[in-house]
């Protein structure tokens, strides 16, 4: 058997780049002209963009009824996919700040993209709550302000608990994320020679000029940052799970829901930001800086948030049948055997089967198998959200008042859409900023820091 | 460059070791005014520097407060006092269920107060003119080198002694750095006058926009799609009926809810006979008949029923409603008379509903027993 010296911190960046080497790699994809496969790549996601901007012109034009929610299941694909996008966003701020506070430094090459993903994964879910009022224009209702109505917001209320969680969340990362980007931006300022490009870096630097009297209230800035969004980026999937929890629909009413929430949502979301850095690395040829070791790392924690997510489907069983409940009992035999056996199934096997895969250091170290294993998560995932949604309120206590919900292909299409503006936002990030922080990988450099026996 | 004055002279160094030397000797040579520049933060060049710690988080502490005591009052306020609304039978105030409120808007307010104080405040950002940007020296340190500037208003600077010093200290190349007059602003750049106007500016026009689209642009079509909708209005015509008319007369013989046709029309004999009086004389019936019998009655038969009618003579004064007859008549009789009428009296269905013609009945037994009271009143 191989041994591995675990006393020795493996480097974050493998081939010992030069600090010069950095700003050349990470700044190229901004200073060529995109190749085809870029254009290509765009050219999708913006068809599934007008996909879902088409279903969703003609939700506005004919109203929700061109959705398949109905009586008793009146929340759909609008829900899911919000629950879905929330999650999703919850690995960016995950890898940046809390591995942050834990110090992870292998964390720094993958932390700028996680966070960006983050504010487009928020954008898109956004989206979903906005829409499903029915009429969207009137969402300014949804924040308390003095209205000519004389009408305040319910605060008691987890709905509006969810507007605020995640309008603070979406403040709070788009904060984050810019605080981390004004040195790269100074770097990149510095090193353009476009003029167009100089003015829009100057201003958007803000005049950053490296003094080392800025950098240590940046740092401290950025752990005060770090310590606020590790509590916020647990709250924010909490707050979520008790727009279910809080209410009295079976499958729904369980305390387990907050932790189970969180935990499944660094799950997908840690699966959806290696699947994208996965095409990044190779297409930008930055393997050295985003290295193998750091995804094996990632699928570590998949692997833990993973289980901790089939614990949850367990000890919901338990419950159901330990607390004596009939109708509790009846919903999670229904989840597993009734007409929505087979979204069930897929979300157990996708979520639960497949990572114990990653047990295996081979397969933990494989690009192509982690990267369908990941995708598997996120389709399981995504079950995750559909199964609790539609179960619980096609079968609640009445059988005289169940019925069966089937998406239509509005509800589709603005699933895919949604993909689409992800996507497309993640295109434009890619050739536009520095989708690694400059500044961060190079203090991670060996012989960045001063030797501590030089000065103490 | 000889009629700008010096900002700085700046050095540049290859080793981050030979930084923090160099760092060590540019505070035992006694300069204080001075920078360190290097394109990431430098573990332990704080205090190399001799750096106070940050005071930072002592402005996160103060608006996170401010955020959570703002959060907590203003939702006290609107759940207790301004609009108290009961919702699922809760107290008005309930501190459980604020929390998840007050939490995230601490958060909020702590972590953007935090990063605006920082730039903008302790940073004096944006300062686009600062005479270090664009030279040579700050496209070295943005990348792969460390520098120093020791800057000109320091007391002990001198030209000529400063650079042979950087260089002694190992310096890999040394700049000077000039800047034009107006390039070096002390006071923080969000409190411009320019930037003032501009953020007034911009506020004008943000809750100008946001005043119409709240107030007039969602009343506007097609954005008021709940006012057009697909049924009839009155007085607009449909293609459903033959005649176009919007508006249906009501089928044959359709008789509105309390509006039975008077079964005793012309017949007072039948009415005296088969109508009874439905009310009981309570407190009510009697102000109600009282009150009707006033409206309408008094102006001919007078306010107590003596037949002196208000009307000076214009009409035959009706006769008096403390007859025998009428004291004898029993209440569906003078019931009939309002209904119906009699002689001149028109008849009064219109006007009084039948609940109110009972409740006057009755009144008017109260008038008749003031004037001709009976033994046992007298007791």
Known sequence: ?456 | MENKPLYSVAATFDDVNKLIKAVDKVNEAGYTIYDVHSPYPIHGMPKAMKLKPSKLGFVTLIFGLSGAIFAFLFMYWVNVIDYPLIVGGKPFYQLPAYIPVMFEVTVLSASVFTIVWMLFIMFKFPNLSHPLLDTDYMKKVSVDRYGISIQAKDELFDLVKVKEFLKELGAEEVFEIYFKVDELKDKPKIFDKKFISFLALTTVIVSGITYFILNHLLFMSPFNWMHEQFRVDPQTTTTVFKDNFGMRNPVAGTVARGHLPYPFKGNPADAEKFLVNPLIPTKQVLELGKQKYLTFCSPCHGNFGEGDSRLRGQFPNPPTLHSDKLRNMKDGGIYHIITDGQNVMPSYASQITEEERWAIVHYIRVLQRSLNPKESDLR
């Open chain 1, 1 to 456: 058997m191989r041994t591995i010296d675990y006393s020795i911190e493996p480097p974050v960046v493998e081939q010992n780049p030069s600090l010069s080497s950095i700003n050349e790699s990470i700044a190229k994809p901004l200073e060529t002209k995109p190749t085809k496969g870029w254009y290509i790549a765009i050219s999708i996601s913006l068809t599934m963009l007008l996909i879902g901007a088409v279903s969703l012109g003609w939700t506005f034009y004919k109203g929700v009824g061109v959705w398949g929610v109905n009586q008793p299941v009146g929340w759909g694909f609008d829900i899911v996919n919000f629950v879905f996008w929330v999650g999703i966003g919850h690995a960016g701020t995950l890898i940046s700040a809390i591995l942050f506070l834990l110090r992870q430094r292998w964390r720094t090459s993958i932390a700028r993209f996680a966070e960006a993903m983050t504010i487009f994964a928020v954008m898109c879910a956004g989206i979903f709550p906005a829409i499903h009022t029915g009429r969207p224009w009137l969402d300014g209702y949804l924040f308390p302000y003095p209205n000519q109505h004389a009408l305040w917001v319910n605060f008691t209320s987890p709905l509006l608990w969810d507007v605020f969680a995640v309008s603070t969340y979406f403040t709070v990362s788009l904060v984050f994320w810019y605080i981390g980007l004004i040195p790269d931006l100074a770097a990149l300022r510095d090193r353009t020679t476009n003029k167009i490009k100089k003015v829009v870096y100057s201003i958007l630097s803000l005049g950053w000029r490296h003094s080392n009297r800025h950098w240590q209230h940046y740092e401290m800035a950025y752990l005060i940052l770090a310590g606020f969004a590790t509590p916020l980026v647990l709250s924010v999937h909490t707050i979520v799970s008790f727009d279910f929890a809080v209410s009295i629909m079976p499958g729904w009413h369980t305390t387990i829901f907050p932790p189970y929430f969180v935990a499944g949502a660094v799950f997908s979301g840690f699966a959806m930001v290696q699947n994208v850095l996965i095409i990044i690395r190779k297409v930008f040829k930055i393997e050295h800086i985003i290295t193998l070791d750091t995804l094996e790392k990632m699928n570590k924690v998949m692997l833990a948030t993973g289980m901790m997510v089939g614990y949850a489907y367990g000890m919901e069983f338990f419950i159901a049948w330990y607390s004596g409940n009939p109708i509790e009992q009846f919903v999670f035999l229904n989840r597993a055997l009734g007409p929505y056996a087979w979204s069930y199934w897929i979300m157990v096997s996708c979520n639960v089967l497949f990572t114990q895969l990653f047990w295996f250091r081979k397969i933990r170290r494989s690009i192509p198998v982690m990267f369908v294993i990941a995708v598997l998560v996120n389709v399981g995932m995504w079950f995750e959200r559909f199964v609790i949604v539609v179960t619980s309120l096609s079968r609640d206590y009445l059988p005289s008042s169940w019925g069966m919900y089937i998406p239509t292909i509005y509800d589709f299409g603005i699933l895919i859409g949604s993909f689409g503006l992800f996507f497309t936002l993640i295109f434009l990030f890619i050739r536009t900023l520095p989708v690694v922080s400059i500044a961060e990988v190079k203090a991670v450099l060996p012989n960045s820091q001063p030797s501590h026996g030089g000065h103490n």
